[in-house]
């Protein structure tokens, strides 16, 4: 099968993300051509700052698998991911990571730092970025769009009732 499809189906999952209020960010996990783990964004509703696309799925597949290595396994995941992400994703031993949007405030496959292209390192991981990366960039800036549109009507709401909203908002 293709990276398109694969990522299609990581679209999918980051599409579940943005219904829960999430960032729209999903991954998922391929071994022999079949996807065998899913992920998508669930910080804010798990309460936990780990809790990206990518670590879900990388659980989800060390579970599947019954090894915390996947060395057979190739991750698609639709925004380039985090230093934390990468990290888990050397240890895991993956063999391949396919990502489509580029990250550039945390990007650590090469928007930021490429903590893959670490010589020291005593396992190398092919990347792939850019794969379906309009779809994905446009899910991201609609999303954003959505929520500087609500706050700045919050806001408006606010100040036109004479209250002023003190609860934080989650990014």
Do not use: W
Not at 38 to 44: A, D, S, Y
Not at 95 to 123: M, W, Y
């Amino acid at each position: 099968m293709s990276d398109e499809i694969f990522m299609r189906e990581a679209l999918a999952q980051a599409a579940l993300a943005e219904e829960a209020g999430e960032v729209p960010v999903g991954a998922v996990v391929v071994l022999d051509g079949q996807i065998i783990a899913r992920g998508f964004n669930q910080p804010i509703t798990a309460h936990d700052p780990t809790a990206h696309a990518e670590i879900v799925a990388l659980r989800n597949a060390a579970r599947f698998c019954g090894n915390y290595r996947l060395p057979d396994c190739e991750l698609y995941v639709t925004l380039e991911p985090c230093s934390m992400c990468v990290g888990a994703m050397i240890h895991a031993r993956l063999k391949r990571v396919i990502f489509g949007a580029k990250e550039p405030r945390t990007g650590a496959c090469g928007s930021i730092i490429d903590l893959f292209a670490q010589n020291e390192l005593n396992h190398h991981t092919t990347v792939t970025g850019g794969v379906l990366e309009n779809e994905s960039s446009v899910l991201l800036k609609t999303f954003f769009a959505g929520r500087r549109k609500q706050a700045k009507e919050d806001r408006k709401n606010a100040e036109s009732t004479g209250c002023i909203e003190e609860k934080r908002k989650h990014d």
